[in-house]
């Protein structure tokens, strides 16, 4: 059975950093690429930042230069380095992982940036 979870979150004042962290169990976790995504209220889902089985990166725009993910395939884990953070971050953050082409999520973590 996959599994995913999300760890990290918390609130932070602007300029402030976190790091997320999505734990997979139950696949293959090194042939997949893994996707994280955000979530506010009566907004789609965005995509901020995806890696690739090979460690390519991608990023959304917004968050380009500030954001940082990574993975680590012994440990199962993704990460998500947040840096310069402000309000407008503010959002539950899920992982997601695609496996022929049945998605997964983890139930997210929230992030909130305020002073």
């Known amino acids: 059975q996959v599994n995913l979870v999300e760890s990290g979150g918390g609130l932070v004042q602007p300029g402030g950093s976190l790091r997320l962290s999505c734990k997979a169990v139950?696949?293959?976790?090194?042939?997949?690429?893994i996707k994280w995504y955000r979530q506010t209220p009566g907004k789609e889902r965005e995509l901020v930042a995806s890696i690739t089985s090979g460690g390519g990166t991608d990023y959304a725009d917004p968050v380009k230069g500030r954001f940082t993910i990574s993975r680590d395939n012994v440990y199962r884990i993704s990460y998500l380095q947040m840096n310069d953070l402000n309000p407008e971050d503010t959002a539950l953050y899920l992982c997601?992982?695609?496996?022929?082409?049945?998605?997964?999520w983890g139930r997210g973590t929230q992030v909130t940036v305020s002073s």
């Open positions: 997601n992982v695609n496996r022929a082409g049945v998605p997964f």
């Open positions: 139950g696949i293959n976790f090194r042939i997949h690429d």
